[in-house]
């Protein structure tokens, strides 16, 4: 073991950046880790203190940065979480090179993923995830002049239409899954939060020249090689749209590998928590889109419970309960305006890949009882992602439910594992 620490944090999106710095400035020792390059997680990547008030949320984003690195928290980046060796230790890897790190209390925050849902053509080059579109661009990809559709369902596709915009891309139409009239419903019970309505115009107003379609969505995505056109239905009528890009997520899934992992209480698709962040497993609290996919303001708060309680310091982390409230009730609304229509379990035809590291097609799991024989049968789940892309579309499309996690829960290099377990043959 290289290091113990008071508190440790892993992930080091809002809800890690805020637990870890109110931690520390109570006076632990904290270590905050994160697979990243830098802090910030999904919806501050690549921001640095200095340029960071150029986009939205970076004010915010700089605030944290700031306080984090007075702190005294120790920042451990580029390494994931990918085991748990023993008792109150994790095991991490950075690039073939491990090691292990002790701690007092735990507290996971390591946020969401897109869901994605198999169509035809949806593994054609020039077809991405909503947001790995986003982060694409936002690490440099050049979007001037190409012309974009952006679909699925979820917030994330008005957020993502209008960075695409500002980065010179034609976003040729924003299509989403819900019926208007659950959306409308859902920003009438925005009025008490005027922030988070006029967040949502923001992003309009820099995509009014694409059209935003409500109750649409793809049903083929087809091209030479490459995307040139999807196909889109509202139910009634199918039209198409010519596109370089498609960008394509069905909101979000939390990650529960690393929870699952240690063994917390999962209810509902999210980790069961008490008012201070706790789960199920003692010494160990899980924040952010873990405990509900609810956004920016609500992984804040819930960072500052749960390194508030780990400091001991209930008190504060009590003050906070009526935020915490308020945010976890956005998050049901959210999920509930979002939730998916019964077409979209019919979108994938026997040949379509199911999952895409295996090249397991649709027909091969009809048959199945659930995710396990699956795996044993057709090796679905079983690639370099581990299940992450297609467990969230089998989980939709035949309701199976992968309650099992494996070490290592990311990838690992074979000397990783071999050293590991060496180790712990020493340490018997
Ligand atoms: C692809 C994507 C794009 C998004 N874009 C936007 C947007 O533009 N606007 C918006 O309002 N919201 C966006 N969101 C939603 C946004 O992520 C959340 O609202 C917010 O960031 C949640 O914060 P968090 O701290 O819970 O998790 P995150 O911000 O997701 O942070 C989790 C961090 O943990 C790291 N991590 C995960 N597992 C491990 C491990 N085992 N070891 C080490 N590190 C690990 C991750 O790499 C990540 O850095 C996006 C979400 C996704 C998935």
């Not at 083929?220 to 370089?244: F, K, N, P, Q």
């Amino acid at each position: 073991m290289t290091a113990s620490f008071d508190v440790v944090v892993v992930g080091a999106g809002p809800g890690g950046m805020a637990a870890a710095t109110v931690a520390a400035e109570a006076g632990c020792r904290v270590c905050l880790l994160d697979d990243n390059a830098g802090p910030g997680g999904q919806i501050w990547r690549g921001f640095c203190t200095e340029t960071a008030r150029k986009f939205p949320h970076g004010s915010s984003f700089a605030r944290w940065a700031q306080r984090l690195e007075r702190s005294g928290c120790q920042a451990w980046q580029g390494w994931h979480a990918i085991d748990q060796p023993g008792a109150g230790l994790l095991r991490l890897e950075r690039a073939g090179e491990h090691r292990d790190v002790g701690y007092g209390s735990l507290i996971v925050a390591t946020g969401a993923r897109e869901r994605f849902l198999p169509f035809p053509g949806w593994t054609l080059p020039g077809v991405m995830g909503t947001g790995g579109l986003q982060a694409l661009v936002k690490s440099g990809l050049n979007a001037r002049g190409k012309r974009v559709v952006v679909a699925g369902s979820g917030p994330l596709l008005l957020a993502v239409g209008a960075g695409l915009a500002s980065a010179g891309a034609r976003v040729e139409g924003i299509y989403e899954q819900a019926p208007l009239a659950r959306l409308a419903g859902f920003g009438l019970t925005l009025l008490g939060q005027p922030g988070k309505l006029l967040e949502g115009a923001r992003y309009r107003l820099k995509t009014l020249r694409s059209a935003y379609r409500t109750g649409s969505w793809v049903v083929g995505a087809e091209g030479r090689g490459h995307v040139e056109h999807v196909t889109l239905t509202d139910g009634s009528s199918d039209w198409t749209v010519e596109c370089d890009w498609l960008g394509c997520g069905f909101h979000l899934v939390p990650d529960l590998e690393l929870p699952r992992l240690l063994g917390c209480r999962i209810a509902g698709g999210l980790v069961a928590v008490d008012g201070m962040q706790q789960s199920s497993v003692p010494g160990v609290a899980c924040v952010g889109e873990l405990t509900g996919i609810g956004g920016l303001d609500k992984a804040l708060v819930e960072g500052q419970i749960a390194g508030f309680a780990a400091a001991g310091r209930r008190a504060e982390a009590l003050a906070l309960e009526p935020r915490r409230k308020r945010l976890q009730q956005f998050a049901e609304r959210l999920e509930r305006a979002f939730s998916l229509r019964e077409e979209l379990r019919k979108l994938a035809t026997a040949e379509t890949l199911i999952c895409r590291c295996e090249d397991v097609a649709f027909a091969a799991l009809e048959g199945c009882a659930g995710w396990r024989q699956a795996r044993l049968y057709t090796r679905c789940g079983m690639g370099a992602c581990q299940g992450r892309v297609c467990g969230a579309a089998t989980e939709f499309l035949f309701g199976w439910e992968n309650a099992t996690a494996r070490p290592p829960v990311f990838p690992a290099a074979v000397s990783t594992l071999a050293a590991g377990s060496a180790e712990e043959t020493m340490h018997r």
